[in-house]
């Protein structure tokens, strides 16, 4: 008997442990790195204000049963793409951009609370939907303080500024913007494409300039060598003379003074013929370098200046377009608002006498060929007036019985008119109109 209730214990004892192990695994909680657990039922400090939840970021946390409740907070990355259309920059022009933000939740205190207080069970779409919202307001603000040139030339600068001005309203949300890149930035006036443009003109006057430059120093340079080729070769011809002079002075020394001086004259002769053929090739080279001066730099100049003139002359419509457009805007709006209240109705009065002709003209071309006025009583009277009775009962009576009492009393009778128009006397009504008027 006691080995059997030893081991009765033993088995009860084994029951209890196994159910605690599945009830203890049930309140043992492990945080993944990238998500937070909220465990909610518990007061404690955080600064100056007490808070009902204790939070646990990687590793484990074990609830208490019936007293906490576990929530998950996902810390992963939120890809928004951002778009602002007609968005005005500083200037008055209107822009497009298009950028993508990288937004999580904060992974750290007190900027998590805001995130747990206002976003604690909600999806994550809709935590997209409110940070998109946030950072295209954001967008909008730095576009109204940066020029379309600062946007569209340095976007690193327009994404920081945006990062900066977005960053205290995602705090307060309990995020935080990881990276963001403008993709595209355009407009509808094609301002930015005047600007490329004229740059364009000015890259394309300079590189003509540039290139015309360059051909005419390598011109120069082509006649400074033939220049030095060609003296080199009068200097060699010089020497060689002198020489060949030298020789036969030498040979003829012992000749007559009459045949030394005429071999001197031929000498001074030679000398004075490459001294002036000297300053020929230099002449040469003046005139090589002016008619180069002439055919290839000027034109270039000139036609730089006019492809500049022409892309001034292209933007100027669409400059001025723009500045006339904002300023009857403007004009208009501080008509309005001088106007005041009374703004709408002066509207509409402008644009009454295109309205009336639409609506008289709808029955300018309508005829009545018979029309019967009666009485109906005076307002408030029940049952209405005798001859509305009478009439309805003539009506009810044609219909039921295809029979018309009144052609038939004026067949009786010979009477001339029809339908005699029965009217009583109100002066708020007008008279009755005879039979067969239109």
């Not at 465990?39 to 970021?57: A, N, P, Q």
Request: glycine share 8%; charged share 25%.
């Amino acid at each position: 008997m006691i080995p059997e209730a030893i081991l009765t214990i033993f088995l009860v004892l084994a029951f209890i442990a196994i159910l605690g192990a599945i009830s203890l695994r049930k309140l043992i909680y492990i945080c993944a790195p990238n998500e937070v657990l909220i465990f909610s039922g518990e007061s404690r400090r955080l600064g100056d204000r007490t808070i009902g939840y204790r939070l646990i970021k990687g590793g484990r946390g074990i609830r208490i049963p019936l007293l906490e409740r576990v929530d998950r907070i996902d810390l992963t990355n939120m890809i928004i793409e951002l778009g602002a259309t007609g968005a005005y920059s500083k200037g008055g022009v209107p822009l497009n951009v298009h950028a993508v933000a990288n937004v999580k939740i904060a992974g750290r205190e007190p900027v998590l609370n805001q995130a747990i207080e206002r976003f604690l069970g909600r999806d994550r779409g809709e935590m997209i939907r409110v940070a998109k919202a946030t950072l295209e307001g954001a967008l909008r603000g730095v576009l109204a303080t940066m020029t379309p040139e600062e946007v569209n030339e340095d976007k690193i600068k327009f994404a920081e500024r945006l990062v900066e001005q977005a960053e205290a309203d995602m705090n307060n949300l309990g995020m935080v913007v990881d990276t963001l890149n403008v993709q595209n930035v355009q407009d509808d006036v094609r301002y930015l494409d005047s600007i490329g443009r004229r740059k364009n003109a000015e890259i394309i006057r300079k590189s003509r300039v540039a290139e015309a430059r360059a051909q005419a120093d390598a011109l120069v340079r082509q006649a400074e060598n033939r220049l030095m080729e060609t003296t080199a070769q009068i200097t060699a011809r010089m020497s060689i003379i002198k020489a060949d002079a030298a020789q036969r002075l030498a040979e003829i020394e012992s000749r007559q003074g009459a045949l030394v001086a005429e071999e001197q004259a031929k000498v001074g002769q030679a000398v004075v013929q490459a001294l002036a053929e000297m300053e020929v090739q230099k002449a040469r080279v003046e005139q090589v370098r002016q008619r180069l001066e002439a055919d290839v730099v000027l034109p270039a100049k000139a036609a730089c200046e006019a492809a500049e003139e022409q892309a001034r002359a292209d933007a100027s419509p669409i400059i001025e377009d723009g500045r006339a457009r904002a300023e009857v805007l403007a004009t208009m709006a501080q008509a309005w608002r001088d106007a005041g209240p009374a703004a709408r109705d002066i509207f509409l009065l402008q644009k009454f006498d295109r309205i009336l002709p639409m609506i008289t003209g709808v029955i300018a071309d309508s005829h009545v060929e018979k029309l019967t006025m009666i009485d109906a009583g005076a307002p408030g009277v029940a049952g209405g007036s005798t001859p509305l009775k009478i009439k309805g009962a003539i009506e009810q009576f044609r219909e039921l019985f295809g029979v018309d009492l009144i052609e038939r009393l004026e067949a009786i009778g010979g009477a001339a008119p029809s339908v005699t128009p029965i009217a009583e006397v109100n002066p708020h009504r007008p008279p009755p109109i005879p039979k067969g008027t239109k």
